[in-house]
């Protein structure tokens, strides 16, 4: 094994370690928030989702580190292998999974469960980037050049969506079709797969689960059904627009407090925060992820080779549309799917992933200084 090249501690990217530290700090103190006042009460230090969270968040750390100890540029030999293993987890889900809030998602290891859908945001974009660095290195590509990276997220996605998880569908796609734009695609042929994709939908509406289609059909007219599908956007709207400018406070927010709001500490807890925080709180927030994703689009851009830019770029869109999405469904802007806030909202394998696959962009800009 070659030792570790010392002069690249000095390029380490400390900006995106405490970017993600800070926003991961914000996500313990809000876990903690939107659930001190239900059953996993007690203080900061002894409730249990606090507790771990912040255990997650270690291992994430540990993670990240030991992610930039390795040359990137080796994991493109390995590629497919990762895609592999984190397919063979999404496929072990139905034999094995265990079920939580009406969907079978995660794997019971004893100790902890396993999400495998969060794993294959980071596989599936590693793959995409191993095969776009070698398909056409002038990055002039056509229709036909997208079809093998269409089935890589073909598969996962039938698979992700009978568990059911659409939410996850929807970020993977995105995430494929900004990868496909920045590897190159023709604007052309970016046009007739928006048009094949709008041809797919009323058939990918026929496999939605019955609470799906009613949240898909409420999001624009909530009010419509106040007390069924449209609740939890009333709720979140409300929770969000009360906090006005500064906010209602830290532990005060109303609508947490009295749990109006569904999901909380997951998919709801921007609207707990923006409740509390206020209009300056959230653009504070949302400051912080913008550094976060302009620092890793920057890195992306200076890559050394085109895998290790495609991998940085990948993993940015990630966090990026985990956050738009996330932020638009709590606000009434888009349909409830269910995505996490990254780093803020609680899971261990959003968190951790998410923290190695940061690991892997720390990677590729230190070894831009590498001869």
């Not at 059909?217 to 059904?225: A, C, G, I, W």
């Not at 993993?315 to 996330?326: D, E, G, K, P, T």
């Amino acid at each position: 094994m070659r030792q570790f090249d010392r002069r690249l501690a000095y390029h380490f990217d400390w900006l995106v370690v405490l970017l993600t530290l800070a926003v991961a700090g914000i996500g313990l103190v809000t876990i903690y928030s939107a659930t001190v006042a239900s059953e996993h009460n007690g203080s900061f230090t002894t409730n249990p989702l606090v507790i771990r969270q912040a255990f997650y968040a270690g291992i994430g750390l540990v993670g990240m580190i030991a992610a930039v100890f390795f040359d990137y540029r080796r994991l493109e030999r390995y590629a497919y292998v990762v895609y592999v293993l984190a397919l063979l987890m999404l496929v072990a889900v139905p034999v094995m999974g265990s079920v939580g809030g009406g969907a079978r998602r995660w794997i019971n290891l004893g100790f902890v469960s396993v999400q495998p859908s969060e794993m294959i945001k980071v596989g599936l974009v590693v793959a995409l980037a191993r095969y776009f660095h070698r398909a056409r290195a002038t990055g002039d590509l056509r229709l036909r050049d997208a079809v093998p990276p269409f089935i890589l997220l073909a598969i996962p996605a039938a698979l992700i969506l009978a568990q059911p998880d659409l939410g996850t569908v929807g970020i993977v796609t995105v995430v494929f079709f900004s990868i496909l734009f920045f590897a190159g695609l023709r604007l052309r042929s970016f046009l007739l797969l928006a048009i094949v994709g709008g041809a797919a939908i009323p058939l990918l509406w026929g496999h939605l689960k019955p609470y799906q289609q009613q949240r898909v059909m409420t999001f624009l007219s909530p009010e419509m059904d106040p007390l069924g599908a449209g609740y939890h956007v009333i709720q979140s709207k409300i929770a969000i627009g009360s906090g006005m400018f500064w906010g209602k406070g830290y532990l005060h927010g109303t609508q947490n407090k009295l749990n109006f709001l569904p999901e909380q500490h997951t998919d709801f807890i921007f609207s707990v925060f923006s409740e509390e925080w206020g209009y300056v709180g959230a653009l504070v927030l949302l400051a912080l992820y913008a550094a976060l994703v302009l620092r890793g689009l920057l890195i992306a851009y200076r890559a050394k080779d085109r895998f290790g830019s495609l991998l940085a770029f990948g993993i940015v869109a990630i966090v990026f549309w985990q956050v738009v999405i996330n932020v638009g469904m709590t606000s009434g802007i888009l349909p409830v799917v269910g995505i996490p806030l990254p780093f803020v909202s609680y899971g261990g394998s959003s968190l951790t992933s998410m923290m190695i696959a940061l690991g892997l962009v720390i990677n590729v800009n230190m070894r831009r200084f590498s001869y």
